[in-house]
């Protein structure tokens, strides 16, 4: 314990990755945790690991089965005092020939999943007893600067950055704050399948426990690591040059391309 009342913690996307990695570090700090996703096996492996997570598995698309969900999250408790909303996907379009119906699917996790699990966890954080209730919301840094292929995923994380912002204003008159938390690349199942450099690469307990440390002071942004922030804000500044130098990278092959880049 960390000295610290312990707190119910909702988290989507545990099955692996920075979701699983989250779950783990809360649930060692104390915390009550409930884990989501779809895959069940993976949850009750992580459930297995501390008597702290409770597995509860979802798939966050699914609005009819989300609706009944709230009724089972209440078994555990009868209400939440933080969410991270972390569960995502990530197609690329692949051009001159793009899968256009990537798009549809990305955000219907990343986006309209995401909304499902607000509109069922917010009724269960206005019951919260702790002083502030929070939302925290794992988007990304993807929104800094646009990439090439990373339409679907960019977008539908853009989405959600607008999303929360807005959402964080209609909630202060609740007391329930809102953080958005924006990484950098992290070594997960999600960017493995990844075949572009990914500068400043991060381990995922490392990035995880950032994340924690973070949200715990309940910015409304935390984004991470600092030097891609610094790499991105080029975008903006010379528009032109950004896109030259990610058309270069893009043709470049992963592993002759220097640090943090993994097949
Ligand atoms: N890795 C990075 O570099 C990076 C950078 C910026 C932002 N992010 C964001 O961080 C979050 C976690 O990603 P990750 O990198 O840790 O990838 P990951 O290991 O692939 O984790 C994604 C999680 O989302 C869950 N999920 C996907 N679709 C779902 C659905 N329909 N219903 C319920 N759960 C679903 C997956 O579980 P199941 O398959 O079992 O459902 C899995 O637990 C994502 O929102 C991602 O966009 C990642």
Redesign the pocket.
Known sequence: MNGKTPKVIWI?????????SLALQLANQGNRVIA????QA??EKLAAQNTNIVALP????DEEAMQSLSSRIEEISPALDQVIL?????EYLDFPDPDWSAVRRVME??FF?TLNCVKLALPLLKKSNSDRPHVVA?????TAAPFPRAEA?GAS?AAMRYFFDSLRMDLAADDIDVTVV??????????RKNDFP?PFLMQ?DEAAERIVKNIAARPRQYSFPLRLSALLSLSKILPGVWQKMVAADAAMPAKDSGEGVSK
């Open positions: 989507t996307g545990a099955s692996s990755g920075l979701g699983r989501s996703a779809r895959n993976e949850l979802c798939d966050i698309t972390n569960a995502g996907n990530c996790v990343n999943g794992v988007v990304s840094q993807v995923y994380k924006n990484p950098g690349f992290v070594d997960t199942p999600l960017t990914m995922v």
